[in-house]
């Protein structure tokens, strides 16, 4: 019998909790402050003045403010029982209300399903919450399929057109879906050793109108850097930084981080401070006001510093793709097949493939024609490497391909003194003391047929340092016969260019700069860099007290530009000074202080 009881009450129990729930949710729904919902934006403030169901409220009465007036939301027996119950006839939210005497009887507004509800707030929200449907996008076509090596677009239409393949090679690779592992005939040949352009700049003559690619094409390529979220690496030539800087790439990349590079630094003068070389391009940099995150000095030929860069790289990737910029030439495919041979380290697997069908490196400027992307990293972001931005102010821009070997640094750069004034070699024959030393004048040096240099005065310990290519020679002469010099002797000693068309193509050489420099000894003044070609520096030499302000002409081709710079870091003492080996012959030496003079080969 007591058992029954026991189970007869537990039922009765469980049917007042249902029965009572959902009105406890209601409650709390619409009472004042017990509402655990945010307000929505489309929800309406209720009127003081008006019952829930529309009618107006009586005077004196009052909202309940919990869900059932003294007791828990929700709950049931104890408390709950003891709550007030809602008066019959009385309207929804009129829980626990007490209203006067006299007042009259409000009728019962329907209850409106959950559903119902829903459905009206839906119906009376603003058009911005609901739902609309998507638009169908539109397919992407496909890439077309590219050469692996320069990124050109594979045809079977022109042979001597960049991206040409066999028709029946394309065929069979088409059909075994291999297209992404095919070497166009140009970069077969370009593999070979053998120099084969395909972008007109300056007086490259190409074989066929169809092989033409010119430098604005490829510059277009690149355009869409500036819209979209990514790494840039920019790479420059630590043999020609002014020529192949790029000031004005902010005009291709935007606001995006940027990692500079100073590549083939194995070439820079032995000895030199890496760490002041940093510097240096770094406040180059900060000139130019570009978004410089980090600098490193490579060598992709010896590795030196590659792992280091890509550990930088990869720290400030942050799931960005990765693109590879510079000039025509810097080496931007060599350092990405360095950056490959050190991520395959990591993960030979991963990234064994891309190693295999990597972008092709050669001596031609212009080598790569198209952005080619690597998958090299997790997440789904891309190394690229892009085509290089071709500069027509460039020495490389005004020769042809002969004369662009000639011109290409591929040994350690040493300083080379220019030949010094012929009347202060006179003075140093006849025992002049060094106190006693006119000043120079009347003197001009000659960089092959690229760059004059007249010294309008200057004192007697100013020298001028070269960099650059070992072929290109040096020669002085007296400033009145220095005209006449160059038209005898340009295409025979003054070279390169090596013939007459191509003198005639580079041009007459035109007054570029006059430069006042204060000369210090044993200092270095400033750099005169020749882009596409090298640079020299004017430094002070001998005793204290033999220097004093110089005053010098700069003249060059119209097409090739002159950048006049703070002297780069480099070791300079040890050059080969032709005033200091001629008065070793006679004994006597007034520029003592220098190390010994350096006359062989590195």
């Known amino acids: 019998m007591r058992r029954a009881l026991l189970l007869l009450g537990a039922?009765?129990?469980?049917?007042?909790?249902?029965a009572g729930a959902p009105r406890a949710r209601v409650g709390m729904r619409e009472a004042a402050g017990g509402s655990r919902r945010p307000p929505r934006a489309f929800d309406r403030p209720a009127d003081p003045r008006k019952a829930d169901d529309g009618a107006p409220r009586a005077a004196g009465t009052r909202r309940a403010t919990g869900g059932i007036a003294g007791g828990r939301a929700g709950g049931g027996g104890g408390d709950g029982a003891r709550a007030r119950t809602r008066p019959a006839g009385a309207g929804v939210g009129t829980v626990g209300e007490r209203a006067p005497a006299g007042a009259p009887a409000r009728a019962a507004a329907p209850r409106a399903a959950p559903a119902a509800r829903g459905d009206a707030a839906r119906r009376g929200a603003p058009a911005r919450f609901e739902r609309r449907p998507r638009q169908p996008r539109?397919?992407?076509?496909p890439p077309e399929p590219s050469c692996y090596g320069c990124g050109a677009t594979l045809h079977d239409e022109y042979d001597d057109a960049p991206g040409y393949v066999d028709s029946a090679l394309l065929a069979t690779k088409r059909l075994h879906r291999q297209l992404d592992s095919v070497l166009c005939s140009r970069c077969r040949l370009l593999a070979q050793g053998e120099f084969v352009p395909v972008v007109r700049e300056g007086s490259t003559q190409l074989a066929g109108n169809r092989a033409v690619v010119s430098p604005q094409e490829l510059r277009d390529q690149l355009k869409g850097l500036a819209d979209r979220a990514a790494l840039i690496v920019k790479l420059v030539d630590?043999?020609?930084v002014s020529g192949s800087f790029l000031s004005r790439v902010r005009s291709l990349i935007g606001r995006n981080p940027l990692v500079l590079v100073g590549t083939k630094a194995d070439l820079l003068p032995r000895g030199t401070d890496g760490e002041l070389v940093r510097q240096w391009l770094l406040q180059l940099a900060h000139a130019h006001s570009l978004n410089v995150i980090d600098v490193h000095l490579v060598s992709s030929r010896t590795?030196?510093?590659?792992?280091?860069?890509?550990?930088?790289?990869?720290?400030?990737?942050k799931g960005r793709d990765v693109f590879v910029l510079g000039a025509a030439n810097v080496g931007k495919s060599l350092f990405v097949q360095a950056f490959l041979r050190t991520m395959a380290e990591r993960d030979p697997i991963g990234v064994g493939m891309a190693q295999r069908y990597q972008p092709l490196a050669s001596a031609t400027p212009g080598t790569t024609l198209g952005i080619i992307a690597l998958d090299v990293f997790s997440g789904g972001s891309r190394l690229h490497d892009t085509p290089g931005v071709h500069l027509h102010h460039r020495v490389s821009a005004r020769l042809p391909p002969d004369d662009i070997k000639a011109v290409a640094v591929r040994q350690q750069l040493r300083g080379v003194g220019a030949p010094?004034?012929?009347a202060l070699l006179a003075q140093l024959a006849a025992g002049v003391r060094a106190r006693d030393l006119e000043r120079q004048s009347g003197w001009s040096v000659l960089w092959g047929g690229f760059l004059r240099v007249d010294v309008v005065s200057a004192p007697p310990s100013m020298?001028?340092?070269f960099f650059g290519p070992r072929g290109v020679a040096l020669h002085g002469v007296e400033t009145e016969a220095a005209g006449a010099f160059r038209d005898a002797e340009l295409g025979r000693t003054l070279t390169p260019p090596s013939s007459a068309d191509a003198a005639r193509a580079l041009g007459e050489l035109e007054e570029k700069r006059s430069l006042a420099v204060r000369v210090v000894p044993g200092e270095r003044a400033l750099d005169v860099a020749v882009?596409?070609?090298?640079?020299?520096?004017?430094?002070g030499v001998g005793q204290s007290g033999l220097g004093g302000e110089s005053q010098i002409t700069l003249f060059s081709p119209r097409a090739v530009e002159l950048f006049v710079r703070k002297p780069m870091p480099v070791p300079w003492a040890g050059f080969h000074d032709h005033a200091r080996s001629f008065v070793a012959l006679k004994g006597t030496d007034p520029f003592d202080?220098?190390?010994?003079?350096?006359?062989g080969e590195d």
């Open 238 to 240: 630590m043999a020609d």
């Open 531 to 539: 882009s596409g070609l090298g640079w020299f520096a004017v430094v």
């Open 593 to 599: 202080h220098l190390p010994a003079a350096d006359d």
């Open 11 to 18: 039922l009765a129990l469980a049917d007042g909790l249902r």
């Open 138 to 141: 539109e397919p992407k076509a």
């Open 463 to 465: 020298r001028l340092v």
């Open 420 to 422: 010094v004034c012929a």
């Open 303 to 317: 590795g030196d510093g590659v792992e280091t860069a890509v550990r930088a790289i990869l720290g400030h990737r």
